[in-house]
């Protein structure tokens, strides 16, 4: 990810950074995959979308609410997937308690309380 966003001349966003998108080659390492989502944009510029895109559960906060994707929107989908591997829960789990259906609140609610 750290190459997409600063090893190029633009920035390339992937917008839809998840478990599935994530593969292992034989030794292991991570290699990011399916970037039919991705878009070039300019270094230090937000790239000012007309439709919000990506998975819901990995989308940004910021994203949906003012339509700017960033790399910190790719970084805050990677955060939600690197929970996801930790916590063996899908981001969002619809036949759960309401204050649970959501990993990133959960967790926010569990380490408010001390859980972790």
């Not at 001349?9 to 080659?25: S, Y």
């Not at 929970?83 to 036949?95: A, F, S, T």
Request: charged share 20%; proline share 3%; aromatic share 8%.
């Amino acid at each position: 990810m750290h190459y997409l966003h600063e090893g190029w001349g633009q920035v390339v966003l992937h917008r839809d950074i998840k478990a599935c998108n994530v593969l292992l080659d034989a030794n292991l390492n991570a290699k990011l995959g399916d970037f039919g989502l991705a878009r070039f944009h300019d270094r230090g510029m937000a790239l000012e979308v007309t439709r919000v895109v990506g998975t819901l559960g990995y989308i940004a906060p910021e994203l949906m609410i003012v339509g700017l994707a960033t790399t910190l929107s790719d970084i805050y989908a990677f955060g939600v997937f690197v929970l996801e591997v930790i916590c063996g829960r899908k981001p969002v789990e619809p036949n759960i308690p309401h204050e649970q259906k959501i990993l990133v609140d959960w967790v926010s609610s569990c380490m408010n309380i001390g859980a972790f």
